[in-house]
T-cell receptor, first 119, second 112 residues
């Protein structure tokens, strides 16, 4: 199967600091990776789409200077929350689309998520 | 823009019984994919079943099946022989225009 990992699984930081979350596809190459945010008891909201070697595409309303996304390789994407504040506390989930997948089939593989708590 | 609507915030079903979760969507696209995902308390998203819009035949995966009505833009999930492990949040999702849009979710409780 296709496995996606995230690190860390849980992070607590002080207000004003920056936090980096890593998303890795462990056994496949990902053409595209996605970052979602999920508030308690709510749905997943797409924040941005990243393709290896190019700039991320952010959804409307997502501050690109606050949520920095770097897709350095076909197996790694990082999300950096800069100058974090308590309102940034949330559950962040990444997913990856497998490169070379069937052209007539689409599936995203999800990481286990990262819980961010900003004090 | 596409939207996905799940009108049942919570559902419950007796163990071994059948339950149907509703989902409707709105899009102007003709080529897209539909999914049901399960999110247990661990919060790991698990794919339950998928449906390609161009396929008329409803998808089936063991105890899970869908009723896909393209003209009505409806995509319901039927869970047969419900098991305690089926308890979770279920999200309907639409993939089109290069992104996945999720519904608000249905919390399914299984009554022993």
């Amino acid at each position: 199967g296709a496995v996606v990992s995230q690190h860390p699984s849980w992070v607590i930081c002080k207000s004003g600091t920056s936090v980096k979350i890593e998303c890795r596809s462990l056994d496949f190459q990902a053409t595209t990776m996605f970052w979602y945010r999920q508030f308690p008891k709510q749905s997943l909201m797409l924040m941005a789409t990243s393709n290896e070697g190019s700039k991320a595409t952010y959804e409307q309303g997502v501050e690109k200077d606050k949520f920095l996304i770097n897709h350095a390789s076909l197996t790694l994407s990082t999300l950096t929350v800069t100058s974090a504040h308590p309102e940034d506390s949330s559950f962040y989930i990444c997913s990856a689309h497998r490169r070379g997948g069937l052209a007539d089939f689409y599936e995203q593989f999800f990481g286990p998520g990262t819980r961010l708590t900003v004090l | 823009a596409q939207t996905v609507t799940q009108s049942q915030p919570e559902m419950s079903v007796q163990e071994a019984e059948t339950v149907t979760l509703s989902c409707t969507y709105d899009t102007s696209e003709s080529d897209y994919y539909l999914f049901w995902y399960k999110q247990p308390p661990s919060r790991q998203m698990i794919l339950v079943i998928r449906q390609e819009a161009y396929k008329q035949q409803n998808a089936t995966e063991n105890r899970f099946s869908v009723n896909f009505q393209k003209a009505a833009k409806s995509f319901s999930l039927k869970i047969s022989d419900s098991q305690l492990g089926d308890a979770a949040m279920y999200f309907c999702a639409f993939f089109g225009n290069e992104k996945l849009t999720f519904g608000t979710g249905t919390r399914l409780t299984i009554i022993p």
